[in-house]
């Protein structure tokens, strides 16, 4: 295939489930995927810097072994390129977590990624975080700032920052993702893109126990809801797309603003507008949307014991942790003083779960904002210690991370634009292993309200 730029361009848009079925087809190989991949990475990329490495060699071989092959036309990611969130086990590759403080290569691939290979895609690097994963922005000193495409002066959000920049400017169709507090619905909210966080235990986490003290969960960021649908189908095996194609019937939803308690923030007008629209936008779709907030308790003290010691295992992981950023290291002894405390934590989320979910006897979903502001300046957090920056960074993402302890499903939705031309997002909250509900309803709201056709100013 011989494409003008414009044609590229708009197969660098066209998503997972597109360039597949162009791939299967023959009308587009996957090298030509691979090469268009790799020239808007070379091209965006410097102002961006979602990626932390590049395989380009690794992935034009691997694009052309995938063209030559008999049998693949029934493979459902042919020839996609997608990149790995670098915190995430590839074999041959070290997962540095935005730290000078890293091991060598992993010996084994993730599962789940092992399941994206085989169904044809083919990963084409890795994608910057924040030390650990610990914020809600991706600056380190190992890899500098991670900017946002929609404006170079904000963030992408974090932890799944690279990936959440790497998609929206279309440097690949989809990216993975990992959610131990919120890092893939902050990223797809800062960067107008769709995020779910599925059920805790879904995907395996295998090589790994567990991920951030087990409130962290593997998943994706694409443009549209059925990309997401087909990624955690292979991922899965569940029939997730045909979840998409069904209406999701008339569902009672309650609309809550209510910032959960132990968590110091205030929501922004902005914020504020784009749930109570998408709020409207359900009632225009035929739902009935009451105003009722969950009984949240006083979850915030387990959720932050947990975050905490979570951060003290990741370090232990660590090869070289004297090299860790500062603040980094304040937290990991923060999270050693707490986690006495961890055990406990763990064991109250039952008795969370059934005090939370008892809304769920009487609505199918809730919608609350997914941030309390827009994405955040580059250097927000420059020079502040690790109190003050956790505090801030809590602040921001206070309706996420409740959702990792007790494990339910939940999903960022993209819902408009600030006055600054910057992405809005709604939170959309289910009950236990309610993930076909959510990727029904979320089909039905991009429907109602297209966003994949978006295209920041750095793409």
Sequence with gaps: MSA????????????????????????????????I???????????????????????????????????DAHRPLLGVPIAVKDDTPLAGVARVRGSHGHAGPEPQDAGFVAR????????????????????????????????NPWSLDRTPGG???????????????????????????????????????????LISTAPLPDVWSGLGVYGFLTRSVADSALLYEVATGRPYLAATQRDPGRLRIALSLKIPPGVVARLGSEQRRATHETADLLRSLGHEVIERDPSYGLIGRNVMVRYLAGAHSEAQTMA?????????????????????LRRGAIGAQDADARRINAIFEHVDAILTPTL???????????????????????????????WNHIGNPAAAIPAGFDGDGLPLSAHLAAAPH?????????LQLETARPWATARPPVS
């Design 116 to 147: 994206l290979r085989d169904a044809g895609a083919i990963v084409i690097g890795v994608t910057r975080t924040p030390e650990l994963t610990l914020w809600p922005f991706t600056e380190t000193v190992q890899g500098g700032a991670t900017r």
């Design 159 to 201: 932890s799944s920052g690279g990936s959440g920049a790497a998609v929206s400017a279309a440097l690949v169709p989809a990216a993975t993702a990992s959610d131990g507090a919120g890092s893939i619905r902050i990223p797809a909210a800062c960067c107008g893109l769709f995020g779910l966080k599925t059920q805790r235990g």
């Design 37 to 71: 991949a790799l020239e808007r990475i070379e091209r965006l990329d410097p102002q961006v810097n979602a990626f932390r490495a590049v395989f380009a060699e690794q992935a034009l071989a691997e694009a052309d072994a995938a063209g030559g092959r008999s049998g």
């Design 372 to 402: 309390t502001a827009g994405p955040l300046p580059i250097g927000r957090f420059d020079g502040r210690g690790a109190l003050r920056t956790f505090n801030g960074a809590t602040g921001f993402v206070a309706f996420n991370p409740l």
């Design 320 to 340: 070289h942790p004297a090299r860790m950023e500062r603040r980094t290291r304040r937290m990991v002894r923060l999270g050693a003083a707490v986690r006495p």
């Design 434 to 442: 309610g993930e076909e509900m959510l990727l029904s309803l979320a």
């Design 4 to 35: 003008t730029a414009t044609e590229r361009r708009d197969l660098a848009f066209a998503g997972v489930a597109r360039q597949a079925e162009l791939a299967r087809g023959r009308a587009i190989s996957p090298r030509e995927l691979v090469e």
